[in-house]
């Protein structure tokens, strides 16, 4: 099987956006277990500790028989890494899956990971990514571009709080010129971190 891993805190990346550099790796057995949708979203978006003793330091896949992932744990039962995996083994790690009984493995989540907005190609998401952490950095610690960059906007809420959701607002959902227009300015000599 092969999978591309990922952190634990990040979003999965489908094959489709697989590219070079990639934590890319082929796995030739796993174990499997069968658990709930419920399992499996926490799987997809938790940090979880996992409490099983014989899924600590382990590489295993996990799947409700329709979607499927592969994950890592440290010695101490943490989630690490997890992937998806590519399209030719998706079909077959799914099927494997569906035969088995359900499993119930203990875990607790302590964090959410990256929620994937779909729909958006990596370098979109990577792009959105930065601009909303250089609000915040603007918002935070350079409030006169923060207001510039209002008034270039058209933002023109009462109070910095109502601009600063406005502005989060525009970009919340999707990737449009908007975005572009930000990435733009942000990657400009005046924006750049002081």
Known sequence: MIVNWVKEDEELLEPYEWSNGDDIEIISTLSCFKVDQKTLHDFIYGCLHIFDQKLCQKVFAIGDGHYALAIETDDQ???????????????????????????????????????????????????????????????????????????????EDAQSIQKYNHLKNKIAKGYTFIHEILFYEFTKKEYKKK
Request: charged share 35%; net charge negative; hydrophobic share 35%.
């Open 77 to 155: 039962g943490k989630l690490c890494y997890r992937s998806v995996f590519d399209f030719c083994d998706r079909d077959k790690m799914n099927k494997k899956i569906a035969a088995l009984e359900l499993s119930n493995i203990h875990y607790q989540m302590y964090d959410e990971g990256e929620m994937k907005e779909y729909g958006l190609t990596r370098e979109e998401r990577l792009k959105k990514q930065f601009i909303e952490q250089r609000i915040d950095e603007l918002y935070m610690e350079n409030y006169d571009d923060f207001l510039m960059l209002c008034r270039q906007l058209n933002i």
